[in-house]
Nanobody
Framework: QVQLVESGGGLVQAGGSLRLSCAAS????????MGWYRQSPGKQRELVAQ???????NYADSIQGRFAISGDNAKNTVFLQMDSLKPEDTGVYYC?????????????WGQGTQVTISS
């Protein structure tokens, strides 16, 4: 069984910064990609950023230039550095991961961490 544990959410003022972390544990054979999604009030869950095992990254247009994703394949950990935060960045941020476990490609989700940006 694979578990994703997120940390780093909280309440900050607009213009501030937060750093989210997500650590995976369990019988992981191979890291394929990890990333972050968010669900803002009244909206569907959307992709924020992803990183592959080769280091390729993908970002949502709304956070380009403000957020940076990084990862540690060996530790199955991913980070999201969020700078110049805006009230519209408020939401629950979910860690996602795609791993090969026991020969099967699987997708996993964390429980979510609340990020609130005050104006």
């Amino acid at each position: 069984q694979v578990q994703l544990v997120e940390s780093g959410g909280g309440l900050v003022q607009a213009g501030g910064s937060l750093r989210l972390s997500c650590a995976a544990s369990g019988s992981i054979f191979r890291f394929v990609q990890m990333g972050w999604y968010r669900q803002s009030p009244g909206k569907q869950r959307e992709l924020v950023a992803q990183i592959t095992s080769r280091g390729s990254t993908n970002y949502a247009d709304s956070i380009q230039g403000r957020f940076a994703i990084s990862g540690d394949n060996a530790k199955n950990t991913v980070f999201l550095q969020m700078d110049s935060l805006k009230p519209e960045d408020t939401g629950v941020y979910y860690c996602s991961a795609r791993f090969v476990v026991r020969g099967v490609l699987n997708d996993f989700w964390g429980q979510g961490t609340q990020v609130t940006i005050s104006s």
